[in-house]
């Protein structure tokens, strides 16, 4: 399956940006293949508003079926929410790890934006 | 004529310059709050309020049945206050700023006006001053429209003047906005300085005509009268850093009743502004 991490940089080796809207690159990584799609997420990084909103419609338009990300805000909680991306929130470390977390289950996925919004 | 008074830097004397200015005016006069964030001016005028009227700004409401989910509404959005995500529409009220783009944009008119409430505004009185206020609802981002339905109430034969918020962002723009005469308050310290220039370069891209007020007159240095000068912004009126002021204004009382020689220096800080905007006329 497809999902998607927010990241540092391009590779495996990157680490995993904690910010969700204004993260650097969004990586779309098969969890079978390791295969990496790489979204650079710059438009939404200088967005001038509604990052979390667009970014999350960007993952889910391309078919991932979860996100792993730091830090989640209510906005694009809905917005994932609504396209049945599930979330998991406070994921640290490489994506490599952030990838095997999630093959061996060891994420947990929340119910609930995990930072407040703001303006 | 309209006077909207404004600051850069917040607690340089906005409101003491608008309220001891309305009170020491013999004509008839309205004074506007649109600090509606944090209003002060009713501490001071004291106004027995006779009519509230609750504001709302309108949103989009979106009929799923009529929507084919084509995306042009959220594509039109500048604020990202709609999302369609595969056959769903996501609507995020608290961002949209009412443009009305994506009612004008749905091919399908699936989209209708429903609102969200911003607050309230109050109109009163306290003696010969007309007064009114906005209170924005707490929780709510967005004062423009509200400020903006303060202003509504701005009678144009009589003199109106504004308390505006601090800063430069879209609340002061929405205060400053067509008026006649923008009145900076500021004080002579590299803060009032650095956030006075930021004020006046906001005020000249609204190309309304502008003075100062220099508040606490004798503290700090000389550098706002250096570039006041530089700017060729005319001084129109000079506080010291007086204790007595200090007092009457922590007692929510007037500087001009505690102290009636100032009623004078602000009945010439009027008719000063007015030879200005009239010379700006013609």
């Given at each position: 399956?497809?999902?998607?991490?927010?990241s540092?940089?391009?590779?495996?080796?990157?680490?995993?940006?904690?910010?969700?809207?204004r993260?650097?690159?969004?990586?779309?990584?098969?969890?079978?293949?390791?295969a990496?799609?790489?979204?650079?997420?710059?438009?939404?990084?200088?967005?001038?508003?509604?990052?979390?909103?667009?970014?999350?419609?960007?993952?889910?338009?391309?078919?991932?079926?979860?996100?792993?990300?730091?830090?989640?805000?209510?906005?694009?909680?809905?917005?994932?929410?609504?396209?049945?991306?599930?979330?998991?929130?406070?994921v640290?470390g490489?994506?490599?790890?952030?990838v095997?977390?999630?093959?061996?289950?060891?994420?947990?996925?929340?119910?609930?934006?995990n930072v407040?919004?703001h303006? | 004529?309209?006077?909207?008074?404004?600051?850069?830097?917040?607690?340089?004397?906005k409101?003491?310059?608008?309220?001891?200015?309305?009170?020491?005016?013999?004509?008839?006069?309205?004074i506007?709050?649109?600090?509606?964030?944090?209003?002060n001016?009713?501490?001071?005028?004291?106004?027995?309020i006779?009519?509230?009227?609750?504001?709302y700004?309108?949103i989009?409401?979106?009929?799923?049945?009529?929507?084919?989910?084509?995306k042009?509404?959220a594509?039109?959005c500048?604020?990202?206050?709609?999302?369609?995500i595969?056959?769903?529409?996501?609507?995020?009220?608290?961002?949209?700023?009412?443009?009305?783009?994506?009612?004008a944009?749905?091919?399908?008119?699936?989209i209708?006006?429903t609102?969200?409430?911003?607050?309230?505004?109050?109109?009163?009185?306290?003696?010969?001053?007309?007064?009114?206020h906005?209170?924005?609802?707490?929780?709510?981002a967005?004062?423009?429209?509200?400020?903006?339905?303060?202003k509504?109430?701005?009678?144009?034969?009589?003199?109106?003047?504004?308390?505006?918020?601090?800063?430069?962002?879209?609340?002061?723009?929405?205060?400053?906005?067509?008026?006649?005469f923008?009145?900076?308050?500021?004080?002579?310290?590299?803060?009032?300085?650095h956030?006075?220039?930021?004020?006046?370069?906001?005020?000249?891209?609204?190309?309304?005509?502008?003075?100062?007020?220099?508040?606490?007159?004798?503290?700090?240095?000389?550098?706002?009268?250096?570039?006041?000068?530089?700017?060729e912004?005319?001084?129109?009126?000079?506080?010291?850093?007086?204790?007595?002021?200090?007092e009457?204004?922590?007692?929510?009382?007037?500087?001009?009743?505690?102290?009636?020689?100032?009623?004078?220096?602000?009945?010439?800080?009027?008719?000063?502004?007015?030879?200005?905007?009239?010379?700006?006329?013609?």
């Amino acid at each position: 399956m497809k999902i998607a991490i927010t990241s540092k940089g391009t590779d495996l080796d990157s680490e995993v940006d904690p910010r969700f809207g204004r993260a650097a690159y969004i990586l779309i990584v098969d969890t079978t293949s390791l295969a990496i799609e790489v979204l650079d997420n710059s438009e939404n990084v200088n967005a001038f508003k509604g990052a979390g909103i667009q970014t999350a419609t960007m993952v889910s338009n391309k078919g991932a079926e979860a996100l792993l990300t730091g830090f989640c805000g209510p906005n694009a909680f809905k917005t994932l929410n609504a396209a049945g991306v599930k979330v998991g929130n406070d994921v640290t470390g490489n994506i490599r790890e952030a990838v095997n977390a999630f093959n061996e289950g060891k994420v947990s996925f929340s119910d609930a934006a995990n930072v407040d919004g703001h303006w | 004529m309209i006077i909207s008074i404004a600051s850069g830097k917040g607690g340089t004397g906005k409101t003491t310059i608008a309220t001891n200015l309305a009170i020491s005016l013999e004509s008839d006069i309205q004074i506007l709050d649109c600090d509606v964030e944090e209003p002060n001016v009713h501490l001071f005028i004291k106004p027995k309020i006779d009519k509230t009227e609750t504001a709302y700004t309108p949103i989009p409401e979106i009929d799923e049945e009529k929507c084919t989910f084509c995306k042009k509404c959220a594509e039109i959005c500048r604020f990202k206050a709609i999302a369609v995500i595969s056959k769903t529409v996501l609507t995020f009220p608290e961002l949209c700023h009412s443009c009305g783009g994506c009612m004008a944009v749905c091919p399908e008119d699936a989209i209708t006006e429903t609102n969200r409430e911003l607050g309230v505004v109050e109109e009163g009185r306290s003696g010969k001053i007309k007064f009114v206020h906005g209170l924005l609802r707490i929780g709510e981002a967005m004062s423009p429209p509200l400020i903006k339905k303060v202003k509504n109430y701005i009678k144009p034969d009589i003199i109106n003047i504004i308390d505006a918020p601090p800063g430069t962002s879209c609340p002061v723009i929405a205060a400053m906005n067509n008026t006649d005469f923008v009145l900076m308050v500021t004080e002579p310290t590299p803060f009032g300085l650095h956030d006075l220039i930021l004020g006046v370069e906001a005020v000249k891209l609204l190309n309304i005509p502008c003075g100062l007020v220099i508040n606490r007159s004798d503290i700090g240095n000389k550098d706002v009268y250096d570039y006041a000068e530089k700017e060729e912004l005319p001084i129109l009126l000079e506080i010291p850093f007086d204790r007595k002021i200090a007092e009457a204004y922590s007692r929510g009382k007037m500087i001009v009743d505690e102290m009636p020689e100032w009623k004078e220096k602000f009945i010439g800080l009027y008719n000063n502004i007015e030879n200005l905007v009239k010379k700006g006329k013609n």
